[in-house]
């Protein structure tokens, strides 16, 4: 799987936007960009995912670059639930090729 | 999570003993996953399946075998375990959908302590 950056962390307010990075220079033609989350003591949630265009979902929107370098994952209004390690993921469309999970970003979302 | 669950929540063994974990899924996904997590290295892949008997090994496959016999269950079976294997395993179902584009569901883990 093609790698992807991301901060180790991140701190945000209460009720603020927050934006995601990842950086994923090496992406090739059919990698899909994944997000997924880890609540503390829970498994991998999905969040959201995109092949070219920006998505949006009811847990959140994912913007990604024009030339797929890179994308950012956009929570509107952080919530104290919130708190979690995001994981920015490429994942191949063919076949069932594993996700590979990085260290991914921990946010911190402060009251 | 509603669809999947894993059987024991938690478990302590000694060390050289077999133990066998149990991912159970209701939604009839094609596709399951036996992921470990430690800390300092996120989530790595055990072992996974891609249909009954289909199925192939993973990042870390070593002291670790796993077997699925029908859809709905997957089992992870450490054959002697080793205070190494202490770790959280988490199992994760995923299917084919509309235009090919899937998404996992992970259970909620298994604690395994190895002592």
């Known amino acids: 799987d093609a790698k992807t950056t991301q901060p180790n962390s991140m701190e945000s307010n209460e009720e603020e936007p927050v934006h995601l990075p990842c950086n994923h220079s090496?992406?090739?033609?059919?990698?899909?960009i994944h997000w997924y989350r880890q609540l503390p003591s829970q498994g991998p949630e999905y969040v959201i995912h995109?092949?070219?265009s920006n998505v949006n979902n009811r847990m959140a929107s994912l913007a990604i670059a024009e030339d797929r370098k890179s994308s950012t994952l956009i929570l509107h209004r952080a919530t104290l639930r919130d708190a979690a390690v995001y994981y920015c993921?490429?994942?191949?469309?063919?076949?069932?090729?594993?996700?590979?999970f990085g260290k991914g970003t921990r946010l911190s979302v402060i009251a | 999570d509603a669809g999947i669950t894993q059987s024991p929540r938690h478990k302590v063994t000694e060390t050289g003993t077999p133990v066998t974990l149990r991912c159970h899924q209701t939604?009839?996904?094609?596709?399951m996953y036996w992921y470990r997590q430690d800390p300092g290295h996120g989530l790595r892949l055990i072992h996974y399946?891609?249909?009954?008997?289909?199925?192939d090994k993973g990042e870390v496959s070593d002291g670790y075998s796993v077997s699925r016999s029908k859809t709905e269950d997957f089992l992870l079976t450490l054959e002697s375990a080793t205070s190494s294997q202490t770790s959280v395993y988490f199992c994760?179902?995923?299917?084919?959908?509309?235009?090919?584009?899937?998404?996992?569901?992970f259970g909620s883990g298994t604690r395994l302590t190895v002592v």
């Open positions: 399946s891609y249909g009954v008997k289909d199925t």
């Open positions: 939604e009839n996904h094609r596709y």
């Open positions: 993921i490429l994942r191949v469309n063919s076949g069932n090729t594993p996700l590979v």
């Open positions: 994760a179902i995923s299917d084919i959908r509309d235009r090919g584009l899937y998404g996992y569901t």
């Open positions: 995109g092949l070219t």
């Open positions: 090496t992406i090739s033609g059919t990698d899909y």
